[in-house]
């Protein structure tokens, strides 16, 4: 009984280490990096980040290995050991598809 609680500290602990990919925030990435660019590159820049993005998250979501629970209690979610954290990549590629997304309406480009 005495190693129930260190156990169930460690668990809490490592459940919070990762992020699934739907719920990592956009980082801010100014729109103003594709104000040159033609809408047909534009939107080959979209369709290659929007392909990044989705390898990332994936990454992202195979790093979470299941639900861990104790006693019916969900204690969130363990990541894979030796897993890496795609959270800053995922964040900054989401950034840069919005922001590719505002010089396309800027521009007045078909979507």
Not at 37 to 54: D, P, Y
Not at 82 to 107: L, P, S, T
Request: glycine share 10%; with cysteine; aromatic share 2%.
């Amino acid at each position: 009984m005495r190693m129930t609680a260190p156990i169930l500290a460690l668990a809490v602990l490592a459940a919070g280490c990762t992020q699934r990919s739907d719920t990592i925030g956009a980082m801010p990435v100014s729109p103003s990096e594709y104000e040159g660019a033609s809408c047909s590159q534009l939107s080959e820049l979209m369709q290659t980040e929007k392909a990044k993005l989705k390898d990332l998250s994936r990454l992202q979501d195979e790093e979470i290995v299941g639900d861990f629970r104790v006693m019916g209690a969900n204690l969130g979610a363990v990541a894979a050991d030796g897993a890496g954290n795609q959270e800053n990549a995922i964040a900054y590629a989401k950034g840069k598809v919005n922001a590719i997304d505002i010089a396309m309406r800027r521009q007045g480009c078909a979507m």
